[in-house]
């Protein structure tokens, strides 16, 4: 029962597609965090969940982008008839103390390719 | 500005030297600034953080020295080891939203 972890580790998908991603955060953790992360760049944040609630999705690029966490524990992003600026990766973090909900852990990650 | 600079992109440093990364921030309202190591197909991992009221915090051989006047903060390296070679982020935040660094891919020469 280690770290975050996140299934598929890869996906290819041919543009217009729809993809499910999965996140398994750390068992009791209250916060999940989406990020995106271009080749060669930082994470940039995507959505916040703090429970089951989503109280932060900002980040979503466009409405093809859709996250949930229904039961506060395992989360879902779907991204919806991809295109090929979709390529990158997606990682999944979780935070532990709402007072500490910026020391994240990081799950592996999954590299999208969309061709 | 939300924005975090970060530089050098890249840095070869020799086995045993001190390898130094530098960040700078625009928004005041930030009180938290981690660093992150990440290696190849791994998610990044918080090595170290530091609050503004604090100008130096040491972990083993990670510092990070911090200038609040400036709105710097940088990540020294000492004695740094092969397996040290990795890509290392800055990022602040004043809620919890990390605002990130481009990244810094660091390649100790052994």
């Given at each position: 029962g280690a770290?975050?972890s ?5 996906k290819?998908?041919?543009r217009?597609?729809?993809?499910a ?8 953790h ?5 990020y995106?992360q271009?080749?060669g760049q930082?994470?940039?944040f995507?959505t ?6 989503q109280?932060d999705?900002?980040?979503?690029p ?11 524990s395992?989360s ?6 991809t295109?090929?600026e979709?390529s ?6 979780s935070?532990?103390r709402?007072d ?16 | ?5 970060q530089s050098?992109?890249?840095?070869i440093v020799?086995?045993g ?9 625009e928004n005041?309202?930030f009180?938290?600034?981690p660093?992150?190591?990440?290696f ?5 991992a918080?090595l ?5 009221d604090v100008?130096e915090?040491k972990?083993g051989?990670?510092?990070?020295s911090?200038n609040?006047?400036a709105k710097?903060f940088s990540?020294?390296?000492m004695?740094?080891?092969?397996g ?5 982020f ?12 481009a990244?810094t ?6």
């Amino acid at each position: 029962g280690a770290g975050v972890s996140q299934s598929p580790r890869y996906k290819v998908a041919k543009r217009g597609q729809d993809v499910a991603l999965r996140c398994d955060p750390i068992s009791g953790h209250v916060s999940l965090f989406w990020y995106q992360q271009a080749l060669g760049q930082g994470p940039e944040f995507l959505t916040y969940f703090q429970n089951e609630a989503q109280l932060d999705k900002s980040g979503l690029p466009s409405d093809r982008f859709f996250a949930e966490r229904p039961e506060g524990s395992v989360s879902t992003l779907k991204i919806q008839r991809t295109q090929q600026e979709d390529s990158a990766v997606y990682l999944c973090a979780s935070s532990g103390r709402l007072d500490l909900s910026y020391e994240q852990y990081f799950g592996p990650g999954t590299r999208l390719t969309v061709t | 500005q939300q924005q975090v600079k970060q530089s050098p992109q890249s840095l070869i440093v020799q086995k045993g030297g001190i390898s130094i990364i530098n960040c700078a921030y625009e928004n005041t309202a930030f009180d938290y600034f981690p660093w992150y190591q990440q290696f190849p197909g791994k998610g990044p991992a918080l090595l170290i953080a530091i609050r503004p009221d604090v100008s130096e915090k040491k972990e083993g051989r990670f510092t990070i020295s911090f200038n609040k006047s400036a709105k710097q903060f940088s990540l020294h390296i000492m004695d740094s080891q092969p397996g040290d070679s990795a890509t290392y982020f800055c990022a602040a935040t004043g809620n919890y939203q990390l605002i990130w660094g481009a990244g810094t891919k660091l390649i100790i020469k052994p």
